[in-house]
């Protein structure tokens, strides 16, 4: 099968921020270095049951997956080319945070293929960095931004949140306007979710209701506030050269994310690692997510011991087979967050039916309330349509 992607998950964070509800923790070198020797058994394992994928992207995200140390990052990307057929185009990317690269790394991630990387700076104010709970300041990512840039990556993403507590439009403009100011290829801007289980969701729960709720709040900006941060950032990255391409993404000169592009497009593609998630075949599976019983699993696959288990796959920990009309929804709503939104000929590729049979008067309906349009065979979400993406998109869920 070609074009399939590959999403490698590094569970390890050099310290757990307040907001962050991702799976990462705070491990040592010694379960580092246990956790890759793993990592690096499940993706031949992946191999040897999925023969003949070809695979177009490579995404190491995580947790930080720059703290992890060079040799075992060239251990993981070694054993991914030498187990599958990796395309020489291959985009190759690697999430870093600020403080965890030094110029060696940065060597051996070239040598070995790596040609993408992207840096989470989430703001240039250090008070909002120090309320995030990030380890890094402003400084630090300068410091960081630069090695890399004299490393010779020449595409860059930098990740960048709005909708922080107390965060103003002067906050927010001299954060767009120091990364901007820097050039990189791409910047991702997110808002920021108050997730249960985290720090922030007991500080902030009561605000983040008001919020939702349209009513005033005490440290988090209000709806109409959030609104305006999220118009000023897409405005402002515009007007320098940053074409915006799905809700949260900007690139320059087309150097948009291929690995994150195949998500929305409903590439296949594979997950490894503690909690990953992969969707092939149109079946939908998440990895165990307990770090020990992740290791124990690939240690006795490791020594050829006989283990006994319930779905197709011993590192599995969900499994879900999508009914046609899951995987229809799901073509749907991916794809509509991308600002060129869909094409008509590929849902009748994909599914073998007029798009019209089935989703006909829900796009009639959006079309006459202003939030969708059509042109030249795609189908896309307006501007107005984009703000209130969650309601709109999903009116393509099927009963
Ligand atoms: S560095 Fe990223 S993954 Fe790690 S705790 Fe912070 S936000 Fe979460």
């Given at each position: 099968?070609?074009?399939?992607?590959?999403?490698?998950?590094?569970?390890?964070?050099?310290k757990?921020?307040?907001?962050?509800?991702?799976?990462?923790?705070?491990?040592?070198?010694?379960?580092?270095?246990?956790?890759?020797a793993?990592?690096?058994?499940?993706?031949?394992?992946?191999?040897?049951?999925?023969?003949?994928?070809?695979?177009?992207?490579?995404?190491?995200?995580?947790?930080?997956?720059?703290?992890?140390?060079?040799?075992l990052?060239?251990?993981?990307?070694?054993?991914?080319?030498?187990?599958?057929?990796?395309?020489?185009?291959?985009?190759?990317?690697v999430?870093?945070?600020?403080?965890?690269?030094?110029?060696?790394?940065?060597?051996?991630?070239?040598?070995?293929?790596?040609?993408?990387?992207?840096?989470?700076?989430?703001?240039?104010?250090?008070?909002?960095?120090?309320?995030?709970?990030?380890?890094?300041?402003y400084?630090?990512?300068?410091?960081?931004y630069?090695?890399?840039?004299?490393?010779?990556f020449?595409?860059?993403?930098?990740?960048?949140?709005?909708?922080?507590?107390?965060q103003?439009?002067?906050?927010?403009?001299?954060?767009?306007?120091?990364?901007?100011?820097?050039?990189?290829?791409?910047?991702?801007?997110?808002?920021?979710?108050?997730?249960?289980?985290?720090?922030?969701y007991?500080?902030?729960?009561?605000?983040?209701?008001?919020?939702?709720a349209?009513?005033?709040?005490?440290?988090?900006?209000?709806?109409?506030?959030?609104?305006?941060?999220?118009?000023?950032?897409?405005?402002?990255?515009?007007?320098?050269?940053?074409?915006?391409?799905?809700?949260?993404?900007?690139?320059?000169?087309?150097?948009?994310?291929?690995?994150?592009?195949?998500?929305?497009?409903?590439?296949?593609?594979l997950?490894?690692?503690?909690?990953?998630?992969?969707?092939?075949?149109?079946?939908?599976?998440?990895?165990?997510?307990?770090?020990y019983?992740?290791?124990?699993?690939s240690?006795?696959?490791?020594?050829?011991?006989?283990?006994?288990?319930?779905?197709?796959?011993?590192?599995?920990?969900?499994?879900?087979?999508?009914?046609?009309?899951?995987?229809?929804a799901?073509?749907?709503?991916?794809?509509?967050?991308?600002?060129?939104?869909?094409?008509?000929?590929?849902?009748?590729?994909?599914?073998?039916?007029?798009?019209?049979?089935?989703?006909?008067?829900?796009i009639?309906?959006?079309?006459?309330?202003?939030?969708?349009?059509?042109?030249?065979?795609?189908?896309?979400?307006?501007?107005?349509g984009?703000?209130?993406?969650?309601?709109?998109?999903?009116?393509?869920?099927?009963?």
């Amino acid at each position: 099968m070609s074009g399939i992607e590959l999403y490698i998950h590094i569970p390890f964070c050099v310290k757990k921020c307040l907001y962050c509800d991702f799976l990462s923790g705070v491990f040592d070198e010694k379960m580092q270095r246990r956790y890759t020797a793993a990592l690096c058994t499940e993706i031949k394992y992946l191999a040897a049951t999925h023969p003949d994928c070809n695979i177009s992207t490579i995404y190491v995200g995580g947790g930080t997956p720059s703290w992890l140390s060079e040799d075992l990052m060239d251990d993981i990307i070694t054993t991914v080319k030498k187990s599958f057929k990796v395309s020489p185009l291959a985009e190759i990317s690697v999430e870093c945070n600020p403080g965890t690269l030094t110029a060696e790394k940065l060597n051996v991630y070239r040598s070995i293929g790596i040609n993408r990387l992207s840096i989470g700076l989430q703001s240039a104010n250090d008070d909002e960095l120090k309320e995030l709970g990030r380890i890094h300041d402003y400084n630090r990512f300068l410091h960081t931004y630069d090695l890399v840039r004299k490393a010779g990556f020449d595409n860059v993403n930098v990740d960048i949140m709005t909708g922080l507590p107390h965060q103003t439009i002067e906050k927010l403009e001299k954060t767009l306007s120091c990364v901007t100011m820097l050039r990189p290829e791409h910047i991702s801007a997110y808002s920021l979710i108050i997730e249960k289980g985290t720090p922030f969701y007991e500080k902030y729960k009561f605000d983040a209701v008001k919020q939702q709720a349209g009513m005033e709040t005490e440290d988090l900006p209000t709806d109409e506030e959030s609104y305006h941060l999220y118009k000023y950032t897409m405005e402002y990255l515009e007007a320098r050269g940053y074409k915006r391409y799905e809700i949260s993404n900007y690139a320059r000169n087309g150097k948009v994310c291929r690995h994150n592009i195949g998500y929305w497009d409903r590439v296949p593609y594979l997950g490894a690692g503690l909690g990953a998630a992969s969707l092939f075949n149109n079946v939908r599976t998440s990895n165990i997510s307990d770090i020990y019983k992740y290791v124990e699993t690939s240690e006795a696959i490791a020594s050829g011991k006989d283990i006994s288990f319930d779905l197709s796959s011993p590192y599995f920990e969900t499994e879900e087979t999508l009914s046609k009309k899951d995987a229809m929804a799901e073509f749907m709503y991916l794809g509509l967050r991308k600002m060129e939104g869909i094409n008509r000929a590929d849902f009748y590729m994909m599914f073998g039916l007029d798009i019209e049979a089935i989703y006909g008067p829900v796009i009639t309906a959006l079309r006459n309330q202003g939030f969708m349009d059509a042109k030249e065979g795609r189908i896309f979400l307006t501007d107005i349509g984009i703000d209130i993406s969650n309601q709109v998109l999903s009116k393509f869920l099927l009963d």
